[in-house]
């Protein structure tokens, strides 16, 4: 079921289900296929100013499409990258964040988080 505010027979609701498709076929299971294109057309709606609200991630933030592309099938370090790391260093006030790399980003913030 694609996520509120996306209406029947629009592009939305089409890629919805490209994406629910896709993941399907990748061998996902159907609730993480279903919330992967939900995420996916929110971020999608949210960067095309269709949503009412909108995080600065999802606006600032690689389109899903090219972040899909530049990291699917890569060997090495997923997941967030380290602006989106960077940022919640910040939040959790992890001092010396500024000359980390990536790494080291990783590893504060889930000490922190711990």
């Known amino acids: 079921m694609p996520p509120r505010g996306v209406k029947k027979g629009t592009k939305r609701e089409r890629q919805y289900e490209h994406v629910k498709d896709s993941q399907r076929e990748r061998g996902a299971p159907e609730g993480l296929a ?19 609200t909108r995080s600065r991630t999802s606006v600032s933030d690689l389109s899903s499409g090219r972040r899909g592309g530049l990291r699917s099938g ?5 997941g967030r990258t380290r602006e989106q790391l960077y940022q919640e260093a ?25």
């Open 34 to 52: 279903e919330e992967i294109a939900a995420r996916t057309v929110n971020k999608e709606r949210a960067r095309s100013g269709e949503s009412r």
């Open 74 to 78: 890569r060997p090495g370090p997923r």
């Open 90 to 114: 910040r939040k959790l006030g992890v001092s010396g964040r500024s000359s980390m790399d990536k790494a080291q980003l990783e590893r504060a913030v889930e000490a922190r988080k711990r």
